[in-house]
């Protein structure tokens, strides 16, 4: 996804939802500090889509925008992109204090990024191999350092079980296995 279409995306969202703040939780949350991240060649150019919290939310609004602007949606058989909107418990997977990092996007006032190194806290933890590729791009690319990064994982609230996989996948990451 590029950064044009990250906000044209929102521009529509915030249309149809009349809502008071979105705030961009996904990978398309980079854009705005890195758009060169969508452009050809870059991470984020097989990214389609762009998770949208917004404030206030509700089961009707929501699926009025996942039918306006969601997967399989008209919005995105023209565009070849869409709008996932996510349920306010997803914030309980972030990391402590994300609000107070978030980044206002140009233009929207109303509208904010998850930071770059909570992202990739959070993409540690969940670990599939697309985040965790992802991770080493902006490892590898230099768009975040690797104490920092170690620094933000350390506050995530996880239990045994999870600290195991995600510290093993931050090991991993950090080392630059491709197999984790």
Request: proline share 6%; net charge negative.
């Amino acid at each position: 996804m590029q950064l044009h279409a990250l906000k044209h995306l929102l521009e529509v969202t915030k249309a149809l939802s009349r809502c008071d703040r979105i705030f961009v939780l996904g990978s398309s949350s980079l854009l705005p500090k890195f758009p060169e991240l969508g452009e050809e060649g870059g991470p984020l150019t097989m990214t389609f889509d762009a998770d949208f919290l917004l404030d206030p939310t509700g089961k009707q609004i929501s699926d009025v925008l996942s039918e306006a602007v969601g997967a399989n949606s008209l919005f995105e058989s023209t565009n070849g992109y869409h709008a996932d909107i996510v349920h306010p418990d997803i914030t309980q997977t972030l990391p402590p204090g994300w609000e107070g990092r978030l980044i206002v996007l140009e233009d929207f006032s109303d509208v904010f990024c998850l930071d770059p190194y909570d992202l990739a806290a959070v993409k540690i933890v969940v670990g599939r191999e697309k985040d965790l590729t992802l991770v080493r791009a902006l490892l590898r690319l230099g768009k975040i350092e690797p104490d920092k990064l170690r620094e933000r994982f350390q506050t995530m609230p996880l239990g045994e079980r999870e600290l195991f996989k995600a510290g093993r996948n931050l090991a991993g990451v950090l080392k630059g296995d491709e197999g984790l």
